[in-house]
């Protein structure tokens, strides 16, 4: 089988069936992902292929979910978490920071705690309150977790296969708004390293670094910037936990510009840490300081005023201006 | 509504605890299983017996021993603490019974998921008491193989373990083993949604695990009128599957219960809630001041039901324990506290390095280039001989 186009949905769709196939261990659970196959049909089929046992329909109550999963990880299984949204994720939040983080430290390495928690994250597609938040960095915040994104199908295919084989509990953050884009997914191909920032774009004059959703962003920020002649790096970071910084250094050791782009408040954010980590590291490449663009710090805003709130072209392109004009 | 009635649908503290008779009236417990009462007699109960019906002299002696030197262990351990080799100590002073009867009740197979003060049920699994310490002197958070005794690790945040037994015990039923799983949590996690959520998960699941509340009457200073206003164990009811409460200071009566309700367990028959109504008579912790909130009379009640005393009692009225028998387990008992202390007093502090250790199991970027600048901090001082 050679590579196929498919949705971003589909591929994390057929991620979880080889996942299902490959090991009898491997649980989905979550609300509503049997009969209905999630409410973005994430897990369509699933439930029908593999049975209730593999693919379970869990209560409404999101610290159970995650409560339960952990005692089945410590039986032996290596469940796959759905939580609905982003914003309903954080009464389980307790279960994730406090004992799934942890406890592989507690026993002195002598269990381990292979769960994957997947969150479609962010805006854009007009949601009420609750459906849009990108909480990445709460969860990036926490040692003993890991925090990955994907931006594309193919990607996301690879980087859900490696988060299940993963021994470590992974938060999979799921660009909802591109859950429908596609692209190619190769299911022979051997993936890199799943923690691992990839060069989406090659430039000279500025690095854009992002992950999820926003790395569509970028390309056509970048594309944008190319009819003015500007020369934009563009680099999909993949993984907020841990982060790539060899490559953003190596991008911004050429560039010596840097804006890092997400839909999360920029205030003590992903982008903020890169900044900060990138200022030590390239101190005297760096010919601008290294700019944010993001979310603000307010509440996620009604859907009719996303458009304002969520980084669109014309913000990370005022950006990409005011690094190069330093 | 008048204030008996209000009065009426709490539960009901055990007759000769001392309280306005307006807020707790005294009264006999609803439903209360017991045994061997106060006075160590014996006292038939038809569905409970059973349970017991064959437990020989020598388990009898058994279950005395492991209630003489858990509060042994649990002393030393308190004095450890007042001497500064450990930094706390959560005793389980009075719930001994409660312990030992649940915890000789469950199978080599069976797993537990215990909170912070079931030394008596680590010592039924067979984890070395000692193990136990190295979290309260500060040398590890918790660190034994929770596989090698089906042991869970100590849980300090109330009531989270509960879920983790739940899914432990969705996972028993998947793999089609006739195990079962008991939880343990005390009055005030009751009142935690990780709690309800368990009971929820393990009723519609249908999971084989039983849920061991101890109520010892006091989470810190709140009495159990501030988590509930119903009997804890009639809480099941509402979940669907059934809710028992039994004397929490009868060991015969724990043992047969909880023996009772991991049968249900594995026999498919889903979830148990067992509410062993006993008494904390120490204090919440170490750091704790009880006089602060609730009176002596109390304690004092509750002195007379002691657990240790009323199987004593009925071993010596029944023949089934000799002077020797004592004397050896006195001695027996002294030198389990001298081991303890001289363990505890010789238990190493970690290495510096054992901070960025087990954060990940397959390793992490950041955690390895912290670990090398933290060397090379370290490193700098080598000139100045040991390390600071």
């Known amino acids: ?326 | 509504m008048t204030v008996e009635s209000t009065a009426a649908r709490k539960p009901r503290r055990s007759a000769g605890t001392k309280r306005t008779a307006a807020k707790k009236p005294p009264g006999a417990q609803p439903d209360l299983v017991q045994l061997l009462t106060p006075e160590g007699k014996r006292v038939k109960n038809g569905e409970y017996d059973a349970y017991v019906a064959d437990i020989t002299p020598e388990e009898l002696r058994g279950l005395y021993r492991d209630m003489v030197l858990t509060r042994r262990f649990d002393a030393e351990a308190t004095s450890l603490q007042r001497q500064g080799e450990l930094g706390l100590w959560a005793s389980l002073l009075g719930q001994e019974a409660a312990q030992i009867g649940s915890g000789r009740a469950t199978r080599e197979d069976d797993y537990v998921f215990p909170t912070y003060r079931e030394h008596g049920v680590a010592w039924c699994r067979g984890v070395d008491p000692a193990n136990l310490l190295g979290m309260f002197r500060g040398v590890n958070n918790g660190g034994w193989d929770p596989n090698s005794n089906n042991f869970h690790l100590y849980t300090i945040v109330i009531g989270s373990q509960t879920l983790h037994a739940t899914g432990y015990a969705m996972g028993i039923a998947k793999d089609g083993a006739d195990s079962a799983v008991i939880a343990y949590f005390g009055d005030g996690a009751s009142s935690q949604g990780d709690v309800a959520e368990s009971f929820t998960f393990s009723a519609v699941y249908n999971a084989p695990v039983v849920f061991f509340c101890q109520n010892n009457q006091w989470a810190i200073s709140e009495p159990t009128e501030r988590q509930t206003r119903v009997p804890l164990y009639q809480r099941a009811q509402g979940y669907g599957f059934p809710g028992v409460r039994v004397d929490g200071n009868d060991v015969l009566a724990c043992l047969a219960v909880t023996k009772w309700a991991l049968e249900r367990a594995r026999r498919g028959e889903g979830p148990t809630l067992v509410e062993a109504f006993t008494y904390r008579m120490g204090a919440h912790t170490t750091s704790d001041d009880p006089t602060k909130y609730r009176a002596d009379e109390e304690r004092e009640a509750w002195e007379v039901k002691d657990p240790i005393l009323r199987l004593r009692t009925y071993l010596e009225a029944s023949n089934h324990a000799d002077e020797g028998f004592f004397a050896e387990l006195e001695a027996e008992s002294e030198a389990l506290g001298k081991r303890v202390r001289e363990v505890v007093r010789a238990m190493p502090d970690p290495d510096r390095f054992a901070i960025f250790e087990n954060a990940y199991a397959d390793g992490h970027a950041l955690v390895d280039e912290e670990r090398a600048q933290f060397a090379a901090y370290q490193a700098s001082f080598a000139d100045e001989g040991e390390g600071k």
């Open chain 1, 1 to 326: 089988m050679t590579a196929e186009k498919m949705a971003l949905a589909k591929a994390i769709n057929e991620s979880l069936r080889t996942a299902l196939d490959a090991d009898p261990k491997v649980l989905i659970m979550g609300e509503d992902v049997g009969k209905l196959g999630g409410v973005f049909r994430v897990t369509d089929g699933l439930q029908k292929d593999f049975g209730e046992e593999r693919v379970i329909d869990t209560p409404l109550a999101e610290s159970g979910i995650v409560g339960t999963a952990i005692g089945l990880a410590l039986r032996g299984y290596r469940p796959v978490v759905e939580i609905q949204f982003d914003g309903f994720v954080f009464p389980a939040y307790d279960q994730i920071v406090t004992q799934l983080a942890k406890m592989h430290a507690r026993a002195l390495g002598k269990i381990k705690l292979p769960v994957v928690i997947r969150i479609p994250y962010g805006g854009g597609i007009g949601a009420v309150e609750h459906h849009s938040e990108s909480p990445e960095a709460l969860f990036a915040h926490v040692a003993g977790l890991k925090v990955v994104s994907p931006s594309n199908a193919g990607d996301a295919y690879w980087m859900m296969q490696q988060a299940i084989h993963s021994d470590d509990p992974v938060i999979f953050f799921e660009p909802k708004r591109r859950y429908w884009d596609k692209s190619e997914v190769n299911r022979e191909a051997i993936p890199g390293p799943l923690h691992k920032a990839r060069v989406v774009r090659e430039g000279t004059d500025l690095t854009l670094a992002a992950y999820g959703p926003m790395v569509k962003v970028c390309q056509e920020a970048a594309a944008a910037a190319e009819e003015e002649g500007k020369s934009l790096e563009v680099l999909d970071l993949r993984s907020m936990s841990p982060i790539d910084f060899d490559a953003v250094q190596a991008s911004v050791e050429k560039t010596r510009h840097l804006v890092v782009v997400h839909e999360a408040p920029v205030f003590l954010g992903t982008g903020a840490e890169i900044a900060a980590r990138i200022t030590e590291r390239c101190f005297y490449h760096l010919e601008a300081p290294v700019l944010r663009v993001g979310g603000y710090h307010a509440p996620y805003p009604p859907a009719r005023l996303e458009d304002e709130y969520l980084p669109g072209l014309d913000r990370v392109l005022d950006a990409v201006d005011r690094s190069l004009a330093y």
